[in-house]
């Protein structure tokens, strides 16, 4: 129910499978966790490729209707929020033109399918009296918020390394099919765009801009089938893994790893800072957890890094949900990123530097082109 000073947000979405699902769950839990509510959401709109799809989702989650064109949400005036879950090559035309009817946005990542859309996309934004938001939703996980605060805070002294890595093997069976993914076209780039732009934008968060890139990419499975159980073979023209290494501009090296070809990793991100007094290190797929190690006092037996299980009320996000020690998981990112975007809607803040806007899009698929350019030219690129 709203409160009586909540405003009422109409929202529209684009996609209604995949990671659309997570923020279509954050829209229905928002207003309960975060109570009272920045905004009471009014679903006014979903729109997708099936019209089968797009009417169990107006069932499922109480929409006003379904359609198949996105243009009807972008013109529907009782939208004031585009959320936009398509693949990469529909990111840029639906949010210009709902940039250009007012309203608010909300975009996966990648923001772009390289630097040129991704630019044309904060041209079309930076302007307009309008919030919008990049879905590095990685940054709402209350571990790395805490890893943010510490470094901020000095506790690490002066950054020196940060590594960085993100793999899984959801393409390691040479018989999974083709999906748009693996077509430059539609996608942009393969495991860099996917993976490796969450892990930047955790730089990036964490450490600071990056300075140059270099690295090396592959194609390990250069054909898949068209679909399942399909005979007929598609080729693939984007990489399948990526190796490089980053100098960030505040002086720290990092190395990167994004892969696809990792047999038995599923979600596996992680990241390690390393500073003159001290580390921190992160594994998404123990999320509620920051391992810390501190340099002093070096008289202490028990040197090593030690496990905080960040759920404390004390820690970010602490008490929005269960009591301490009762964990999060991979969804609850999606409602703390939305919670973010509406507060700033509303009046009550703005999304950067906490969240990625629409230029943290765009600096970000820089460093995907910049990492793309160093793998094909076998050279190291300084980015702008």
């Known amino acids: 129910m709203p409160t ?8 529209g979405i684009l996609g209604y499978a995949g990671v659309a699902r997570a923020h279509l769950n954050a829209l229905k839990k928002l207003p309960y966790i975060f109570w009272p509510a920045p905004v009471h959401f009014r679903l006014v709109g979903v729109a997708g490729r099936s019209p089968n799809g797009v009417d169990e989702t107006v069932r499922r989650y109480g929409f006003e209707y379904g359609t198949t064109d996105w243009r009807r949400l972008v013109e529907d005036r009782e939208i004031q929020l585009f959320i936009n879950c398509a693949p990469n090559d529909q990111h840029a035309d639906p949010c210009l033109c709902a940039a250009e009817a ?12 390289d630097s040129r859309e991704a630019k044309r996309l904060w041209e079309g934004v930076r ?3 309008i919030h919008h938001q990049v879905s590095f939703n990685y940054r709402f996980i209350p571990a790395v918020r805490l890893a943010r605060e510490m470094i901020q805070a000095g506790e690490l002294g002066d950054l020196v390394h940060f590594r960085m890595r993100y793999t899984d093997d959801s393409l390691s069976n040479p018989d999974t099919h083709h999906t748009w993914r693996q077509e430059k076209r539609r996608a942009g780039s393969g495991v860099v765009g996917d993976l490796a732009s969450h892990v930047l934008d955790l730089g990036r968060f964490l450490v600071g801009g990056l300075r140059s890139v270099c690295g090396l990419s592959r194609i390990v499975v250069d054909r898949r089938s068209a679909a399942p159980g399909s005979r007929r073979r598609k080729p693939v023209d984007v990489e399948d ?9 505040a002086g720290a090296v990092g190395t990167l790893e994004a892969s696809t070809f990792c047999p038995g990793q599923k979600n596996y ?15 998404l797929e123990r999320l509620n957890e920051l391992e810390v190690f501190h340099a002093e006092p070096q008289a202490r037996r028990d040197r090593g890094f030690k496990t905080v299980l960040v759920t404390d009320r004390d820690h ?5 949900w269960w009591p301490p020690g009762h964990i999060l998981g991979w969804e609850h990112t999606f409602v703390h990123q939305l919670a973010h975007l509406t507060q700033a809607i509303a009046g009550d803040g ?11 899009g765009y600096l970000n698929a820089q460093a995907c082109d910049a990492l793309l350019v160093a793998a094909r030219t076998g050279r190291r690129v300084r980015l702008k």
């Open 4 to 11: 009586r000073t909540s405003p009422t947000l109409g929202v």
């Open 102 to 113: 007012g309203k608010h946005l909300l975009c996966e990542k990648p923001l772009g399918r």
């Open 127 to 129: 302007r307009r009296r």
């Open 241 to 249: 893994l990526y190796v490089g290494a980053v100098e960030f501009a």
């Open 269 to 283: 991100l992680t990241f390690e800072a390393n500073g003159s007094r001290g580390s921190v290190r992160f594994n």
């Open 316 to 320: 970010p996000f602490g008490g929005r």
């Open 350 to 360: 703005r999304v950067t530097p906490l969240a990625a806007d629409f230029h943290d």
